[in-house]
């Protein structure tokens, strides 16, 4: 080869380097489907290849489908395969990773051809990895959405109103699927179903949704035991809806069981999009926890055989009264003071508090339900806890056996909890929360809300840990307090039927703090606040306060004084 024949070829390969490396520069990096049409577009306006369309490739279909014009008219005309992949019209390049197919790029026969082919060679690979990560993206999106509406289902173990707890059942079902209109069915497996809750629904249109030969569909699937999911040709085509007098554009039945009888049926219909296997899924989940509910809240509602069951409440009482401490604990000059008041002989609520190594472990929790299983299930629990915790175990990791020593007893019964280890050496804390309402921190004079990070205890055989970074330590400030409580507190209502709620609640510690109460004397101020809020009706839910007091920075730390 001649000097200069070399000296071409030389200037020609570093005129390719320069234009792969333009090329990837542009697209490579692009994280979405619109940011990357958006650079595909500059690049082809800066090589004069306008108008284009780009194509993508449904293997099953075996054709190009439209996905983008540029300076063009969109069109819906797909094109072939074996057409598009016909490079003889010199007006295409074919995008490909590998040897699979991924597009069709379409562009004025004056173009640059070797120009194109390059953009051909990145921009396939790169559609594949922008579809795989948006994929990615959607997925974490769905698995945080599902957790979210699991961690609302779970609050509804705190309820023992059967009708509040019903119409909570419905509106987190509803929420949960995107349903438009729902209701709430009860009764047995051999009975018709009494509607007891509905939303957008009268009782006609749930007694016209029938099934050929006549049943309605509720009472159907309470029998069956089998949710029954349905679009709108399928409504038609498998359900008897002729006197129907409303729009059905999707159906899904559930039956409310927990696994040792039906309490009844939810009916969802009309969804935003439609209903698919993943919402019929998160709907059967709800109603199974719903279910649990229901049936713990009908089982205290039925209390029978009164004088054995005070004999055996008046035991428990005892044992659950041994359980809790019986005196404030002072760790570093971290002070930690709690207390219990039930609202029957014995309560789900729990509280501990311990020092370990130079640092301040407390823990709070809320129990479904009352009375003797409530408090029997708090004993299982503060029997794994104290040995998780004194085996100097890690806060997550006592947390995850705890949970899988609450799944094992198939109780039916969950627990939220909140766990904060304090480390006055370093003036930090960590915190574990799951399915726990929010932890009052009243940090430099401010207040915050320490929300939960997982699902109750107790409900599956894993718990995901939302945002593993927040298990991080936080930096505490000298005269900061943390107030631990069961939603007895915030949930606390008034003749009027109004709730304390979380932000009358922390003005309360706020002005306890202001006035210089310690934590024993804010204890006090709080269970009169409730008090006064209630007009001293009798409380209808456990009320439990935990509450760890900073020392100011002139106070110094004191030794610890036991557990």
């Avoid at 200069?4 to 489907?33: F, H």
């Avoid at 040995?387 to 056996?401: C, N, P, T, Y």
Wanted: glycine residues 8%; charged residues 20%; proline residues 4%.
């Amino acid at each position: 080869m001649t000097p200069q024949r070399q000296a071409v070829d030389d200037a020609t390969l570093a005129t390719i380097a320069k234009s792969l490396v333009a090329i990837a520069d542009a697209l490579v990096l692009c994280s979405s489907s619109r940011s990357l049409i958006s650079r595909l577009e500059e690049l082809l306006t800066a090589s004069g290849a306008l108008p284009a369309r780009l194509y993508l490739c449904d293997a099953r279909s075996g054709v190009f489908y439209p996905a983008a014009a540029f300076a063009c008219e969109e069109t819906t005309t797909e094109i072939p395969v074996d057409e598009g992949v016909d490079m003889s019209a010199g007006d295409r390049v074919v995008l490909s990773r590998g040897r699979d197919l991924v597009g069709l790029l379409l562009y004025p026969p004056a173009a640059d051809r070797t120009g194109m082919e390059l953009l051909a060679a990145v921009l396939g690979p790169v559609l594949v990895n922008v579809h795989i990560q948006e994929r990615s993206v959607e997925e974490r999106r769905r698995l945080h959405n599902r957790i979210d509406h699991l961690v609302s289902a779970g609050r509804l173990l705190r309820h023992l109103d059967i009708e509040r707890l019903l119409v909570e059942i419905l509106q987190c079902a509803m929420e949960a699927v995107d349903a438009q209109v729902g209701a709430v069915l009860t009764g047995g497996e051999d009975q018709p179903q009494r509607i007891r809750v509905t939303m957008g629904l009268q009782g006609e249109h749930v007694d016209a949704i029938r099934e050929p030969a006549g049943d309605r569909v509720v009472d159907a699937v309470a029998r069956s035991g089998e949710l029954l999911c349905l679009d709108r040709a399928e409504i038609a085509e498998r359900l008897d809806i002729s006197t129907l007098r409303a729009v059905l554009t999707g159906l899904l039945v559930l039956p409310l069981d927990s696994g040792r009888g039906r309490q009844g049926v939810v009916l969802l219909a009309n969804p935003g999009s439609r209903f698919d296997e993943d919402s019929a899924q998160l709907a059967e989940t709800v109603c199974q926890m719903a279910a649990i509910a229901l049936e713990n809240a009908l089982l205290v509602q039925s209390r029978v055989e009164q004088e054995r069951l005070r004999r055996e409440l008046d035991i428990a009482r005892s044992v659950q009264a041994d359980m809790f401490p019986n005196a404030p604990l002072t760790v570093g000059g971290l002070r930690a003071v709690g207390s219990v008041r039930s609202c029957d002989e014995t309560g789900g609520d729990y509280l501990t508090y311990l020092a370990r190594h130079g640092r301040l472990v407390t823990m709070i929790g809320d129990v479904t339900g009352h009375g003797l299983g409530a408090a029997l299930f708090t004993t299982a629990a503060h029997a794994i806890v104290q040995q998780q915790l004194r085996s100097d175990q890690e806060l997550d990791a006592a947390i995850r056996a705890l949970n899988i020593g609450l799944r094992s007893t198939h109780s039916g019964r969950f627990m939220t909890t909140a766990v904060i280890e304090f480390d006055p050496a370093t003036h930090s804390f960590r915190m574990v929360s799951a399915g726990h309402n929010p932890v009052l921190w009243i940090h430099r004079g401010a207040v915050q809300w320490l929300e939960s990070m997982t699902l109750p205890l107790g409900i599956l055989d894993d718990l995901m840990i939302q945002d593993p970074a927040r298990l991080q330590p936080q930096a505490y400030a000298p005269g900061d307090c943390f107030v631990l409580y069961t939603d007895g507190f915030t949930e606390a209502f008034d003749p009027q039927g109004r709730c304390l709620g979380e932000e009358l609640f922390a003005a309360a510690v706020q002005q306890g703090l202001a006035d210089g109460l310690d934590p024993e004397q804010l204890t006090e101020r709080l269970f009169a606040v409730v008090d006064d809020w209630t007009v001293g009706s009798p409380p209808t839910d456990d009320l439990t306060l935990l509450i760890v007091s900073v020392p100011e920075a002139s106070e110094g730390a004191g030794p610890g004084d036991g557990l």
